[in-house]
């Protein structure tokens, strides 16, 4: 019998595919999505929604993390870019859906933000226990740094100062009385957020050991505090939320170009 | 005869053929997916360990008073706690005794529980740099609370617990059912190795 060439290529190719299958997915999923760059002079910020499609994130008073953190995200990339021409906002994910630790650093760093803020809202096993908190990546452990360099997936460690310094800030500015936003739900002169200050902590955050900018991880409030939950699931009180993030956010900015020059 | 006419016998054998390299194929594709998402698994779980068994761990009745750090009812941090343990010929040993005891006690007043539930301690062991390995079952994971207080209360209940009382131990590294895991339930990395974080119980080191 004549073989058929055609046949035999066909038949290679086709197993090749059949054994190569995972392999592709594994290279498509941690791919970051190129961009120009050069294109921009603006200043770049990275939001984080947290979790996402089968990452529920944590649960509490009928409310999902994964929801309340991409609508925050939104609503801040919107404050931020009324607030300055001069900065560009991306979301390291625009829907309910699945992205990795890896991808969402990748995307951050190609895109060369100046900062970096993964929105997130807490679970305390203590439900008395309310408020906010803010963290930045720790360093404070065995691993990560050998004597021959940092390794790269831990590359925040480079940027502990800033991100120390930045978790302050927004600290400051989450429990500072501002000056209440035109248009925002605060009937009075002043905008005080009713959430508590949790403080400033060290923790070493997947969503921020591979991101190379000044970065930090806001918990909006405690989702096991029934109060906490009431504030992030209305939607002016969010709003209010996110205009104390984009005044610290816009500072820090400020001071770094400032310091720059 | 025409040429290009085959004979019935080859075509049956060519279509026999074409069958059986679609079932290769098609075994491959699903062996692949399979082993990709983890439908199945070859691991062989050791024996874990019951409450009871941390009578084996000690050597005789000289009692020795230790410190645990269990989740503070009224905070979001640790709160220490008196427990007692018996002493053994190996140190590693007196860390089972303690793990089964705050693994097994319910919260008392005052108290919240931070470990997640029906977590078991698998195995611990130490390397001659000081670096206790310890290899939690996967309730530790699976049970745990997303959130970043609730997955670092986890973490420091017991990394602090085993530092504040055995200070040869210079860091704990967690495995998860004998295997390194990425992070505890999203947002706390299991990658690296702790040490403890007094700042969590404002308790002196
Ligand atoms: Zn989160």
């Known amino acids: 019998m004549k073989r058929n060439p055609r046949f035999n290529h066909l038949t290679a190719a086709l197993l090749a595919l059949s054994f190569m299958a995972p392999f592709c997915g594994a290279v498509v999923n941690t791919m970051p999505p190129v961009v120009d760059i050069s294109s921009t002079s603006k200043t770049i910020v990275i939001i984080d929604p947290a979790h996402g499609g089968g990452d529920y994130g944590s649960t509490g008073g009928g409310i999902r993390e994964k929801d309340i953190t991409l609508k925050a995200a939104r609503l801040l990339k919107q404050k931020l870019e009324s607030a300055s021409a001069d900065i560009q906002v991306f979301l390291t994910r625009g829907s309910d859906t699945a992205v990795t630790p890896e991808d969402r650093a990748g995307f951050a760093n190609s895109r060369n933000g100046a900062v970096y ?9 203590s439900a008395s226990s309310e408020g906010y908190m803010v963290f930045y990546y720790s360093g404070d452990r065995l691993s990560g740094v050998s004597p021959q360099g940092i390794e790269w997936q831990k590359v925040q460690l480079l940027h502990l100062a800033d991100s120390t310094a930045l978790a302050a800030l927004v600290d400051q500015y989450m429990k500072s009385p501002l000056i209440a936003a035109p248009g925002s739900a605060v009937q009075d002169a002043n905008d005080t957020l009713p959430l508590a200050s949790r403080g400033v902590r060290q923790s070493a955050l997947l969503c921020l050991e591979g991101v190379n900018m000044p970065a930090v991880a806001v918990e909006m409030g405690n989702l096991n505090n029934t109060a906490d939950a009431g504030y992030l699931k209305d939607d002016g009180m969010l709003g209010r939320i996110c205009y104390h993030l984009e005044e610290a956010i816009v500072n820090f900015i400020k001071g770094q170009s400032a310091r720059r020059q | 005869m025409d040429k290009k006419v085959r004979p019935e016998k080859t075509t049956a054998v060519r279509r026999q053929f074409l069958y059986a390299l679609a079932a290769v194929i098609l075994f491959a594709i699903l062996y692949n997916a399979a082993t990709y998402y983890g439908w199945f698994s070859y691991s062989v779980k050791p024996r874990l360990l019951n409450v009871s068994d941390y009578k084996l761990y000690d050597s005789g009745k000289k009692k020795i008073k230790a410190v645990v750090f269990f989740g503070a009812a009224d905070t979001d941090g640790l709160k220490p706690a008196p427990c007692v343990i018996f002493e053994s010929n190996q140190p590693v040993n007196e860390i ?3 793990l089964e005891k705050m693994f097994s006690t319910p919260a008392a007043a005052g108290y919240v529980n931070v470990i997640p ?8 062991y130490q390397d001659k740099n000081g670096i206790l390995y310890l290899d939690l079952s ?13 997955e670092n209360l986890a973490v420091y209940s017991i990394v602090d617990s085993i530092c504040y009382n055995f200070p040869w131990v210079k860091g704990v590294k967690i495995l998860i059912d004998g295997a390194e895991k990425q992070d505890v339930a999203g947002n706390v990395s299991l990658e690296g190795v702790f040490r403890p974080d007094m700042n969590l119980s404002a308790v002196k080191l």
């Open chain 2, 117 to 124: 539930d029906s977590t078991q301690l698998r195995e611990a």
């Open chain 2, 138 to 150: 996967d309730e530790f994971s699976k049970n745990c609370k997303s959130g970043i207080t609730s």
């Open chain 1, 117 to 125: 803020i993964s929105l997130h809202c807490d679970y305390v096993p």
């Open chain 2, 96 to 98: 089972k005794q303690l």
